[in-house]
């Protein structure tokens, strides 16, 4: 990173092809035989009238140390013959209109802690990592497609806290989240954005700092030793992004140089007022740089092993847009984003947080596609935590809520999520959703995780719904730990951690997850009894599971249902179990009459719990 600044890059940077532009741009050290001689600084400030850089090695004196402008375009740099490593700046811009105004810089790799907004000079290298064996495991594994895929998304402001309300550190987070992660059986954490923002009181969407780790946890060579400790014990890591919009604040991105710059000039195409934030200009080859660059970025020097890109849907059509209309800008950046990531990584995860129908999401670019390889089905999201929210006697009068979903199953590679979004600003928990008393809250609550489980579709799940959370997201404190001392809620933790542990080990499960064969209804269509009942399919015929998921709490002893192929089946799990809290209505085995039910020439009658999920294997001969 000590390269100077190249006409070639200056190209690139401007056509929006310049993928390392956190090379060129921001606060680098200058070395030589290993020894640093001076600190450059490298902006893009286009409409300034002058730039200089400023901190706390001039006592925020501005006008000392005057940048040079390289180009009509409008890059500044400067180079200060002194070592400034963990020296706080910014840039001083006078503006078109003579305004003097202090900016963080939007390269910086790292910033001061909150309230305070300067950057901080900061060396990446250095740190060693020791996720060597994790990255060769993923590079020979099978592609994700056929493999189990469990998130836990986490905030880490508000998943545990210290006695006094402080936050864990990066390092800290490790000892505390890893083995915790491990035990319930996820495959992968998703953090919640990493980016420096302002607000505690937020999920961190509204970023001020896109190469800058928030320094709430410490230091970037922390959050390294975080994601290589999650490496080293098989857990992947990804981060939420926002390439869409981001935070007003006076000291970030916003009217960075006085005018319109990363953002739209169009005050209708700029503001985002759902937010309170501004979009950014896809159109411009700068910020198209600057973003891709962020997302490789992240995968470099950080390791994650993916993006959940988010407000997909803010970022293919313009803003305030009355009817919705299409930004052809935008879907060309998204496309050249997915290119250029999958170029470096192919099996990196690029995950379209996407509420709209927009066709082909998950299609590759070259087929005319927007390029992700997966994207979070709202549609299954929405629909299945309003089936769950009705009565259950009124359940049959929306059956097809849960029904539609296959559909459009497999019309993209899905991520099924019960996510941060549906916990928040009076939506109450995933347990508190449920209808009902207490025990028929948490039997629906083990019925609504079977079915995600179960479901076509990769999984992902927010902190708390794991042990039955009882309250919605409260930033100010951790997740309400105390629960687990109660049976329901430990019961519920032993749950899931079963739940999750089962889907792993049953390759019907997830083998087959993006592809029809993999799903067979047995009867899609028992409205007035609220059951589903189909088969999931992995490779091998012995895989095969047959689902059945009762959704009214009436008690079957003797149910009749259409068996896929005749023999002896064994019930390998139940949601009903004792253990989890249920009511012990299990089945041993059972064995196929030559009954023709359901389209199929054979039949099994069994016992259906309250509430409950059971789950049939071929027996093994």
Same mark, same amino acid.
């Given at each position: 990173?000590?390269?100077?600044?190249?006409?070639?890059?200056?190209?690139?940077?401007?056509?929006?092809?310049?993928?390392?532009?956190?090379?060129?741009?921001?606060?680098?050290?200058?070395?030589?035989?290993?020894?640093?001689?001076?600190?450059?600084? @490298?902006?893009?400030?286009?409409?300034?009238?002058?730039?200089?850089?400023?901190?706390?090695?001039?006592?925020?004196?501005?006008?000392?140390?005057?940048?040079? !402008?390289?180009?009509?375009?409008?890059?500044?740099?400067?180079?200060i013959?002194?070592?400034?490593?963990?020296?706080m700046?910014?840039?001083?811009?006078?503006?078109?209109?003579?305004?003097l105004? +202090?900016?963080?810089?939007?390269?910086?790799?790292?910033?001061?802690?909150?309230?305070?907004?300067?950057?901080?000079? &900061?060396?990446?290298? $250095? &740190?060693?990592?020791?996720?060597?064996?994790?990255?060769?495991?993923?590079?020979?594994?099978r592609?994700?497609?056929e !493999?189990?895929?469990?998130?836990?998304?986490?905030?880490?402001?508000?998943?545990?806290?210290?006695?006094?309300?402080?936050?864990?550190?990066y390092?800290?987070?490790?000892?505390?989240?890893?083995? &915790?992660?491990?035990?319930?059986?996820?495959?992968?954490?998703?953090?919640?954005p990493?980016?420096? %923002?302002?607000?505690?009181a937020?999920? /961190?969407?509204?970023?001020?700092?896109?190469?800058?780790?928030?320094s709430?946890?410490?230091? #970037?060579?922390?959050?390294?030793?975080?994601?290589?400790?999650?490496?080293?014990?098989?857990? $992947?890591?990804?981060?939420?992004?926002? =390439?869409?919009?981001?935070?007003?604040?006076?000291?970030?991105?916003?009217?960075?140089?006085?005018? #319109?710059?990363?953002?739209?000039?169009?005050?209708?195409? !700029?503001?985002n007022?759902?937010?309170?934030?501004?979009?950014?200009?896809?159109?411009?080859?700068?910020? !198209?740089?600057?973003?891709?660059?962020?997302?490789?970025?992240?995968?470099?020097?950080?390791?994650?092993?993916?993006l959940?890109?988010?407000?997909?849907?803010?970022?293919i059509?313009?803003?305030?847009?009355? =009817?919705?209309t299409?930004?052809?800008y935008?879907?060309?950046?998204?496309?050249e984003?997915?290119k250029?990531?999958?170029?470096?990584?192919?099996?990196?995860l690029?995950?379209?947080?996407?509420?709209?129908?927009?066709p $082909?999401?998950?299609?590759?670019?070259?087929?005319?596609? +927007?390029?992700?390889?997966?994207k979070?089905?709202? $549609?299954?999201?929405?629909?299945v935590?309003?089936?769950?929210?009705? #009565?259950p006697?009124?359940?049959?009068?929306?059956?097809?809520k849960? @029904?539609?979903?296959?559909?459009?199953?497999?019309?993209?590679?899905?991520?099924?999520?019960?996510?941060?979004?549906?916990?928040?600003? /009076?939506?109450?928990?995933?347990?508190?959703?449920?209808?009902?008393? &207490?025990?028929?809250?948490f039997?629906?609550?083990?019925?609504?995780?079977?079915y995600?489980?179960t479901?076509?579709?990769?999984?992902?799940?927010f902190?708390?719904?794991?042990?039955?959370?009882?309250?919605?997201?409260?930033?100010?404190?951790?997740?309400?730990?105390?629960?687990?001392?109660?049976?329901?809620?430990?019961?519920?933790?032993?749950?899931s951690?079963? +739940?999750?542990?089962?889907?792993?080990?049953?390759?019907?499960?997830?083998?087959?997850?993006?592809?029809?064969?993999?799903?067979?209804?047995?009867?899609?269509?028992?409205?007035?009894?609220?059951i589903?009942?189909?088969?999931?399919?992995g490779?091998?015929?012995?895989?095969?599971?047959?689902?059945?998921?009762?959704?009214?709490?009436?008690?079957?002893? %003797?149910?009749?249902?259409?068996?896929?192929?005749?023999?002896?089946?064994?019930?390998?799990?139940?949601?009903?179990?004792?253990?989890?809290?249920?009511?012990?209505?299990?089945?041993?085995?059972?064995?196929?009459?030559?009954?023709?039910? %359901?389209n199929?020439?054979q039949?099994? @009658?069994?016992?259906?719990?309250?509430?409950?999920?059971?789950?049939?294997? #071929?027996?093994?001969?």
């Amino acid at each position: 990173m000590d390269q100077t600044i190249s006409d070639f890059d200056i190209h690139l940077f401007h056509e929006g092809t310049l993928y390392n532009a956190h090379h060129t741009f921001g606060a680098h050290l200058e070395k030589q035989k290993k020894k640093v001689t001076g600190t450059r600084f @490298t902006v893009w400030a286009p409409h300034a009238q002058a730039v200089s850089v400023t901190g706390s090695f001039t006592n925020w004196e501005t006008g000392k140390y005057e940048m040079t !402008r390289v180009n009509q375009e409008g890059i500044w740099t400067c180079t200060i013959d002194r070592d400034l490593t963990g020296e706080m700046y910014k840039y001083a811009i006078t503006t078109a209109s003579g305004d003097l105004i +202090l900016k963080s810089d939007p390269y910086a790799f790292h910033s001061e802690l909150r309230p305070q907004t300067a950057s901080v000079v &900061y060396d990446l290298s $250095g &740190y060693k990592w020791g996720d060597q064996l994790y990255r060769q495991r993923v590079r020979k594994r099978r592609p994700i497609y056929e !493999r189990p895929l469990s998130i836990y998304e986490l905030h880490l402001n508000s998943w545990k806290q210290k006695e006094d309300g402080s936050y864990f550190t990066y390092r800290e987070y490790a000892d505390e989240l890893i083995p &915790y992660v491990k035990e319930h059986g996820f495959t992968h954490i998703e953090l919640l954005p990493l980016t420096e %923002h302002p607000l505690d009181a937020s999920w /961190g969407y509204q970023g001020t700092g896109y190469f800058s780790p928030t320094s709430r946890f410490g230091t #970037p060579h922390d959050l390294m030793y975080l994601i290589d400790r999650c490496h080293q014990e098989d857990i $992947g890591v990804l981060m939420d992004w926002v =390439p869409g919009h981001f935070c007003k604040d006076s000291h970030g991105l916003y009217m960075f140089d006085g005018e #319109p710059l990363y953002e739209y000039d169009s005050f209708n195409d !700029r503001e985002n007022h759902e937010w309170g934030t501004a979009n950014f200009n896809l159109a411009k080859g700068e910020v !198209r740089s600057f973003l891709i660059s962020n997302a490789l970025y992240w995968m470099h020097f950080y390791r994650i092993d993916g993006l959940r890109v988010d407000a997909v849907a803010n970022i293919i059509y313009w803003a305030n847009s009355e =009817p919705e209309t299409a930004n052809p800008y935008a879907t060309e950046f998204l496309q050249e984003l997915n290119k250029a990531v999958f170029k470096e990584n192919p099996r990196f995860l690029m995950m379209a947080e996407d509420s709209t129908d927009w066709p $082909g999401v998950t299609k590759p670019v070259h087929e005319g596609g +927007l390029g992700f390889n997966y994207k979070w089905n709202m $549609g299954w999201m929405n629909d299945v935590l309003d089936y769950m929210e009705y #009565p259950p006697f009124e359940r049959r009068h929306h059956h097809h809520k849960l @029904t539609f979903s296959l559909v459009y199953a497999y019309s993209e590679n899905y991520i099924l999520p019960l996510s941060h979004d549906e916990v928040v600003h /009076g939506k109450r928990s995933l347990l508190h959703k449920m209808p009902g008393e &207490y025990w028929e809250k948490f039997a629906q609550w083990r019925l609504l995780l079977s079915y995600l489980i179960t479901h076509p579709g990769k999984k992902l799940l927010f902190m708390g719904g794991e042990f039955a959370q009882f309250d919605e997201w409260k930033y100010v404190q951790g997740l309400d730990w105390f629960l687990k001392d109660y049976d329901a809620h430990h019961q519920a933790d032993h749950f899931s951690k079963e +739940l999750m542990d089962f889907y792993q080990n049953h390759k019907a499960l997830h083998e087959f997850d993006h592809d029809p064969q993999g799903f067979e209804w047995i009867d899609a269509d028992n409205a007035e009894q609220s059951i589903y009942s189909f088969i999931r399919k992995g490779k091998r015929k012995s895989d095969t599971l047959m689902v059945i998921c009762n959704f009214t709490n009436v008690t079957y002893d %003797h149910f009749e249902i259409g068996a896929p192929f005749e023999g002896r089946w064994e019930e390998v799990f139940s949601s009903d179990l004792q253990q989890f809290g249920g009511t012990n209505l299990l089945n041993q085995s059972a064995v196929t009459e030559e009954k023709p039910l %359901h389209n199929k020439k054979q039949s099994l @009658t069994v016992k259906i719990p309250p509430f409950g999920v059971t789950i049939w294997k #071929p027996a093994k001969k």
